[in-house]
């Protein structure tokens, strides 16, 4: 919206000239959201609690989470709103690269809505039910699939995938298959964040970590020459995405002044969905989706931790008549803690690995 709106005075000010980086915008973004979660994140903690909203605590968790019964819960919604707004007033509204991310944003936030709605809500413990749940994200994902094979958005053909440390080798897609991969990814990204969401601050700096990452590539592939240099396919017009990556790690950074521990409020499928639906959709713009999994290695290792958990306990059961576990507790942060871990110390631990995955995949711009 300032684009278009301030943009054009360059002719009069030169200072208005600003308006057309990219880089200037993304700053403005991430400040923005910054601020914004600060200003929205008192009324709506308030709310909730008038509200009675509270979270509802696994009985077969770790010891330490059961004081954390009745706190607030959907604060995802400070979340959504310091990503969309910002993202609408920084980036180019005419853009359909970051018109398609912030509406898949909504859309996964809704999903996760519904379902924190019928749990402190209605007072259902299964919330939205799982399959319901799984066929919405796979819509939006089949839907944008299909939307990207009838209206490609550049020259590069849409099913098209860089592959990371490689140059010139990439994946084509039958395109009848690609709209259920995009649909796997942006289905997997999704619930992958929310099963990280299980301790104060995780999911949230783990995103913020992640989406600054993938700004840096929207940056890049999305300028010619630096595009060519670094040997990525070019798409016009996703370097807008890095104005939507930057308003994600400012919404999460003003997120964590609130989640960081003990935290006054968490995030909820509202906000764990819409996180890792973001990313997701992210990836898929980008021609970066196998670069999700090297960017968020420890989303993946989250996810990972609970089909191993469960298929080896389903597995034992058939095998022995006995359940047996590979974990302590999954998802993976569960572990440690029941190894004795203190909760702030798998929380900072964490971090570091996503920023070590985080440089990992910023290497495969050089490494190629």
């Known amino acids: 919206m300032l684009y278009e709106l301030l943009f054009p005075l360059a002719d009069r000010h030169i200072i208005f000239n600003v308006f057309q980086y990219i880089s200037f915008r993304s700053a403005g973004a991430m400040v923005t959201a910054l601020l914004t979660s600060f200003l929205v994140g008192p009324p ?13 605590v696994r009985l077969d968790g770790p010891s330490s989470h059961f004081q954390k019964a009745g706190t607030p ?5 400070i979340i959504l709103a310091a990503v969309v707004m910002p993202t609408l007033l920084w980036a180019r509204l005419d853009n359909p690269y970051v018109l398609i991310a912030a509406a898949a944003t909504v859309w996964m936030g809704a999903i996760g809505f519904m379902d924190d709605y019928l749990k402190v809500v209605r007072h259902e413990p ?3 039910v799982a399959r319901y749940k799984l066929v919405w994200q796979m819509a939006a994902g089949l839907t944008l699939g299909i939307f990207l094979l009838l209206f490609p958005l550049s020259s590069q053909p849409p099913t098209e995938t860089m592959l990371p440390f490689f140059k010139n080798l990439y994946v084509a897609f039958w395109a009848p298959a690609f709209p259920l991969f995009v649909a796997l ?8 964040v929310n099963l990280a969401d299980g301790l104060d601050g995780l999911a949230a700096g783990l995103s913020g970590i992640a989406a600054l990452t993938f700004g840096v590539f929207a940056y890049v592939i999305g300028r010619v020459d630096t595009s060519a240099y670094l040997g990525t396919f070019y798409l016009p017009g996703v370097g807008e995405l890095a104005v939507f990556c930057a308003a994600i790690t400012g919404a999460a950074i003003g997120f964590l002044w609130f989640n960081a521990p003990p935290a006054e409020v968490f995030m909820g499928d509202t906000g764990s969905l819409a996180l890792g639906g973001a990313l997701g959709v992210t990836a898929v713009l980008l021609r970066s989706e196998f670069l999700l999994i090297l960017v968020g290695g420890v989303f993946v290792a989250e996810a990972v ?9 389903k597995f034992s059961r ?29 929380v900072v631990r964490f971090y570091i690995l996503a920023i070590l995955c985080s440089l990992v995949g910023l290497a495969t711009l050089k490494i190629r």
Do not use: C, D, Y
Request: no cysteine; charged share 20%.
């Open 318 to 346: 058939w095998r022995t008549g006995t359940g047996r576990r590979l974990f302590r507790m999954a998802p993976l942060h569960h572990h440690f803690e029941k190894l004795g871990w203190p909760e702030t110390r798998v």
């Open 44 to 56: 709506v903690i308030r709310w909730l609690k008038t509200r009675g909203w509270g979270q509802v």
């Open 126 to 128: 299964r919330g939205l």
């Open 73 to 77: 819960t959907m604060g995802g919604l």
């Open 185 to 192: 990814v942006v289905t997997g990204s999704s619930n992958a």
């Open 305 to 313: 931790s609970v089909l191993l958990q469960t298929g080896w306990f």
